[in-house]
Structures are given as structure tokens and as C-alpha cells.
């Protein structure tokens, strides 16, 4: 959440961002209910929940969480205002000073800085710019290497900044396994690795067969996975965002928080953001707001806010590690439509999310969709189907959050008033390690530059809008069964999904 809770991650088809609530697949289908039936299986679930508190895992940290900083009251005036403090608008405002030292920038926050997508995601770090490399390959075929390399190196200059500036938020290059948890989705791994070898793009890419992959994290609804290596860090999200917000501090950038942007306007030579007690004049703006609407009106109908969901469970014993393996500490995510995310923290917990993805009518974004206990106590089912091993672990958090969600599940970005604002968004739950190529491209936009990244056809084009309620809503529900369908049966795709593939709507995670 993510970004929103995320895997980060979702997948979905015609605004569904996939995963849809109340369908049996994945690791929550993989195998039968344990002893008990299914109505044990479901008071065991309760019990793990009975203390998890309602409340983010990454952001219940007060010792290390920062003061806030003030409102803006009055008037500000600057070189660059960035809007938004997650990772999109803090890698920007990092950026705009490591490029240009004198460069005034001012950043403006609704709430404090990591509250949203960037201090409640899963933690993974990937170096994917385009939601994966099957969706890459299949939206950009021509581009899908160039694409593939600067993922790469901009997770590698994460990594860079990261050591820089001292920034603690455990970043383990570790990489991380699709798992397939189905018949089909063997098959399915089996294909995407010979595309990456037909590509040239497979070094550090290992397939594993059932054996190997159990050898890894020991899962009895494991039938395969594929490792990537090299594509994929695990960060602590929270300690990520609040380490660059201490960068962009020394770097000079003056930081506003609980300052939410209400309106966007040109005046003379400059553009301004009203503000609730004041204004900021500035020669650009760049946009961070991701799954919140957006102050450039036309970009809104390409984003459909989605909720997404997480659990976390008490540190795990040491025969509880040992019963699970897990030593090389990977992400893991399963294979199908509606799929789950994990990863074991610095301090042993497994983080558990995904499957439901929510998204409510006219776009509606609230605290109160935060937290869902129907969603909650099927992730818990799920967890212990996949790890039976460890009936009797207890979740202490429970948490969900807001993921922008656009129609080719991948980034997309613009300019308006006549190129003094740039805009970047649509990260669908992959948005940790892609927003620092982002704002990049926010920054190349606003100066003019044709660069390697502006090039692209993927920045220069967008992705099919979504309709007006309530045809939206209706794409959405119609989609959800579909995939859920799909799931059901082997991961055929219906004459619905097929018809979304063909419009350019249809993903398949």
C-alpha cells in the first residue's frame, strides 16, 4: 500500500487491480482445511487474531517515527514545490537538490510524511518498472530491455542512496520467488523464464522445481518458483520514507506536513498551490499524489483507488524458523489472479498480505476502509493453509491501506500548464523502488530534457482511461468475478477477460 498496502503488489484486469474479494485461489485454495474441517480451521484463524492490534506494523515505531513538521501558515515562494511526502514526492524533492544544489524546494504534506502507501507496504523494494516483466514484455515488447536495465540500475542507485546517507530500513538484497501453487502456474513460471533466456535478461533468474523451492521457504502448497536474484530488495518501508525525509532536510529542502494542496492555479510567469492557511508560488510543481485525486483534473479518471490488506505475526521462535527454512530471507509471492505476498522481517515476523482488493464506489478513499475483519480472518485462514507448520502463531498488526491503481498496472506520467507541472502516477502497488524512476522523469519533464527516460514509449504515452460510475463499478465487480473464475478453473480466461486483454485492459500476475 503501495506503493498503499502492497507487495508491493496487485494484478486485475478493467479496474479490478485483481484480486478479488471472496475467491478461492492461490495459497488460500492450495490444499484442504486442516484437522477440524473447515469451521476449525476458521476458529484457529480467529484465535491468531485476537490480539493483533489495529494499527501499522512499520509505523508503530515512536522512538524512531520523526517529529512532524508545521503547517504552512502564509505565503512561500520557491524554484520547485513538490506535492505529496511519500516516496514519489520525497525522491523528487532529493533529486531536484542532488542535481541542482541551489535549487529552492519546498515539499507539502496532507499528513506527515510515509502515513500513506510508502509506510505500510510490504517492503518490496523491485527494480520492475513496469509490474512485472510479463506485463513489460507484453505492453512494450520492443522496449522490454532497455526497460529491464534501468530497473536495474535504479534499484541499484537506491541502494547507493540508501549507504549514502545512512539510511537504516534493513535493505537485504535478497531478491524474491514466485511460487506456483497450482498445475497451470508451473507451466506459466516455466514460460516466463525461457522468455527471459530468449531475451538475454535471465542472469540471476533460477527455476525451482518442488524440492527447490521447499528447499527455500517450506511451504506444502509449493509446487514450483522462480527466483530473481537480483531484482528485488526488502526494505523496511516506514524507516525508508523517514530516512529520506531526513535526507531532503539536509539537502536543504523545507519540509511542510498536515498542509493538504486544495487547489492549483497559474498566476503570471509562476503556478500556486492554495493550501488551508496559506499558498506556495513556484516556477514548477511536481505531483506526488498517487492514489489521491489529483489537482490536475484530467489525470483523475485514470486512477481507481484500490484497498489493499496486511498482516504480521509475532517474532517466529527458533524452531518455528527452522520448521519454515526461509534462511535466504526472499520475498515470496504466489502465482495466481488473487495472489498473497510475504516476506520475514529483520525481526523474524512474516508479513502476510494481499488476495482482497477493495475498491468502493465513486472512488471513495476513508480511514474507515483501513481496516476490514472479514478480509483479515480469510488472510489468516490462508496463512495457516500455506504454513501449517505454525499453527499457533499470533499476528500482532493488522492494517490496510490505499493503492493507485491504473488500467496497464504500471506507471504513467504528463505535464500541464504548459509543462510547469509534471505529474506522475498509476504505480498499482509496485511503487517502493519505481518512484525514484518517477521522479526522474517528473524532473526531465519539468526541465525540457529529452533523456533516455523521456524517450520512452512508456512515458510518452498513457494508459486507456477508466469509465464514469456506475460503468465503472460494473467493469470492476463483472472483472473480479472473472478472474475468480479463472483462478477456479486452471487460469483459463473467460470471453470477459479476453475482450479486456484485447482492449488493453487485461493483466494476468
Known amino acids: 500500500m503501495g506503493d498503499a498496502v502492497n507487495r508491493d503488489g496487485s494484478a486485475g484486469a478493467a479496474g479490478s487491480a485483481g484480486k478479488a474479494a471472496g475467491s478461492a485461489g492461490a495459497a488460500g485454495s492450495a490444499g484442504k482445511a486442516g484437522p477440524g474441517g473447515a469451521g476449525g480451521a476458521d476458529a484457529r484463524a480467529l484465535r491468531a487474531l485476537a490480539d493483533a492490534e489495529p494499527a501499522v506494523f512499520w509505523l508503530d515505531e515512536p ?59 510490504g517492503g518490496f523494494c523491485a527494480a520492475s518498472l513496469t509490474h512485472g516483466f510479463p506485463n513489460g514484455l507484453t505492453r ?73 523451492v521447499r528447499a527455500e521457504a517450506d511451504s506444502p502448497t509449493f509446487l514450483a518458483g522462480l527466483w530473481d536474484r537480483r531484482g528485488v530488495a526488502m526494505v523496511n518501508p516506514a524507516r525508508l520514507a523517514w530516512g529520506l525525509k531526513r535526507a531532503c532536510e539536509e539537502a536543504g529542502v523545507r519540509i511542510y506536513e498536515h498542509t493538504p494542496a486544495t487547489r492549483l492555479g497559474a498566476r503570471g510567469a509562476e503556478v500556486a498551490v492554495r493550501t488551508p492557511y496559506g499558498r506556495v508560488r513556484a516556477r514548477h510543481i511536481a505531483l506526488g499524489t498517487n492514489a489521491f485525486p489529483s489537482l490536475v483534473r484530467r489525470v483523475r479518471p485514470y486512477i481507481v483507488p484500490v484497498y489493499d490488506y496486511a498482516l504480521m505475526t509475532e517474532p517466529l521462535s527458533e524452531g518455528q524458523l527452522a520448521a519454515v527454512g526461509w534462511k535466504n530471507r526472499q520475498g515470496l509471492s504466489d502465482s495466481a489472479n488473487h495472489f498473497h505476498y510475504f516476506r520475514i522481517t529483520a525481526d523474524n515476523r512474516i508479513l502476510w498480505g494481499g488476495y482482497d482488493v477493495l475498491y468502493h464506489y465513486g472512488s471513495r478513499i476513508a480511514r474507515e476502509y483501513e481496516q476490514r475483519p472479514e478480509t483479515f480472518r480469510k488472510l489468516s485462514r490462508h496463512f495457516f493453509r500455506c504454513f501449517p507448520q505454525l499453527e499457533g502463531l499470533r499476528f500482532t498488526h493488522r492494517w490496510g491501506g490505499v493503492i493507485d491503481t491504473c488500467s496497464r498496472f504500471s506507471p504513467f506520467f504528463g505535464t500541464a500548464m504548459e509543462g510547469r507541472v509534471s505529474y506522475a502516477a498509476g504505480y498499482t502497488g509496485l511503487g517502493v523502488g519505481a518512484t525514484r524512476f518517477g521522479a526522474e522523469v517528473m524532473l526531465d519533464l519539468l526541465d525540457g530534457a529529452r533523456t533516455e527516460r523521456t524517450a520512452l514509449e512508456m512515458v510518452r504515452k498513457k494508459p486507456l482511461p477508466f469509465p464514469p460510475e456506475p460503468v465503472r463499478w ?21 470471453l470477459w477477460l479476453r475482450a479486456m486483454d484485447r482492449a488493453g485492459m487485461g493483466f494476468d500476475s
Open 140 to 212: 512494450w515488447p520492443d522496449e522490454i530491455t532497455t526497460l529491464e536495465e534501468l530497473g536495474l540500475r535504479n534499484l541499484d542507485a537506491i541502494e547507493e542512496t540508501v549507504a549514502r546517507y545512512g539510511i537504516d530500513c534493513d535493505f537485504e538484497r535478497t531478491g524474491e520467488i514466485a511460487v506456483a501453487t497450482e498445475p497451470h502456474q508451473v507451466g506459466e513460471l516455466e514460460e516466463i523464464a525461457e522468455q527471459t533466456r530468449a531475451l538475454g535478461l535471465d542472469e540471476g533468474v533460477t527455476l525451482l522445481d518442488r524440492d527447490a
Open 63 to 121: 522512538d524512531r517515527r520523526p517529529r512532524p513538521h508545521s503547517a504552512l501558515v502564509g505565503g512561500e515562494q520557491c524554484d520547485l514545490l513538490v506535492v505529496g511526502g511519500g516516496y514519489s514526492g520525497l525522491w523528487t524533492a532529493l533529486l531536484a537538490k542532488e542535481r541542482d544544489p541551489a535549487r529552492d524546494v519546498v515539499l507539502i504534506e496532507g499528513e506527515e510524511v510515509g502515513w500513506a502507501a510508502s509506510g505500510r507496504n
Open 474 to 494: 460494473a467493469g470492476i465487480g463483472i472483472t473480479q468475478w472473472a478472474l475468480a473464475r479463472s483462478d477456479a478453473r486452471g487460469g483459463r480466461r473467460n
